[in-house]
């Protein structure tokens, strides 16, 4: 079982998933960042030959997350899809049947640099396109790590597909995803499975939690997050 990890962000109660999102459970509302559905679509339409799945792995595994945390609410931090021609057929009919199973969720979509170039979403789908710097009470949600404005307590965004270099004891494991907060600035990991990673060099006073589940002894389908103070 995937680990989450409650903690407290400017005195706002969070739990991080291992799977690579955010559940606030007093707002019942779960984020993710960079889905990028139907990447691998538009890299097949342009001859480039990639497996298919990832869009419909990473469907389940927000399935699972959804069901798993009780959330009422899905908010997406950008770049929902990777470029127009990401609206395969079949990538669409996967959509249309994930909106009609959790036809209670309220969907939200944060606008991010990929959604421009794919412009305005199919009017029957149930999901709000926002503006970056859309509120949840005191927390702004972007796409951009950007200034947090000074009448928010934290923003949440993504974009970055945030990574640090890992070891132990003199082993390499090469690039971990994490989560990363730095200056009121929270940046979720890219939770597309056909998504690229972007080392990051935390500062003084900035916090990560590394997603272990590819280091994992046995190769199991366990995730622990680790903790890191950056003092």
């Known amino acids: 079982m995937k680990q989450i990890m409650d903690v407290e962000v400017a005195g706002i109660a969070l739990q991080l998933c291992a799977d ?30 990639v ?7 990473t469907l389940h595994k927000i399935d699972s997350l959804l069901q798993s945390t009780n959330a009422t609410r899905l908010i997406i931090l950008g770049d929902m899809f990777h470029a127009r021609s990401s609206l395969s057929p079949k990538v669409c009919e996967l959509l249309e049947a994930f909106f009609a199973k959790h036809d209670e969720i309220d969907f939200t979509l944060v ?3 990929h959604d421009t170039q794919v412009g305005r979403l199919p009017s029957s789908w149930p999901i709000e396109v926002v503006e970056p710097g859309a509120r949840m009470g005191t927390v702004a949600l972007g796409h951009h790590p950007v200034p947090v404005p000074g009448d928010a307590s934290l923003l949440l965004c993504g974009h970055l597909h945030p990574a640090v270099r890992f070891a132990v004891g003199g082993e390499d494991f090469g690039k971990l995803s994490c989560f990363w907060l730095s200056e009121r600035c929270f940046v979720l990991p890219a939770i597309g499975g056909f998504t690229g990673t972007h080392v990051i060099r935390p500062q003084r006073g900035d916090q990560t939690w590394l997603i272990l589940d590819d280091v994992m002894a046995g190769g199991n389908d366990d995730g622990t997050l680790l903790h890191q103070h950056y003092r």
């Open 20 to 49: 690579r999102a955010v559940f606030w459970p007093e707002q019942r509302a779960l984020f993710v960042a960079d889905t990028h559905f139907g990447k691998a679509a538009t890299f097949r339409r342009h001859g480039i030959p």
């Open 51 to 57: 497996p298919s799945g990832s869009t419909a792995g």
């Open 111 to 113: 606008w991010g640099n």
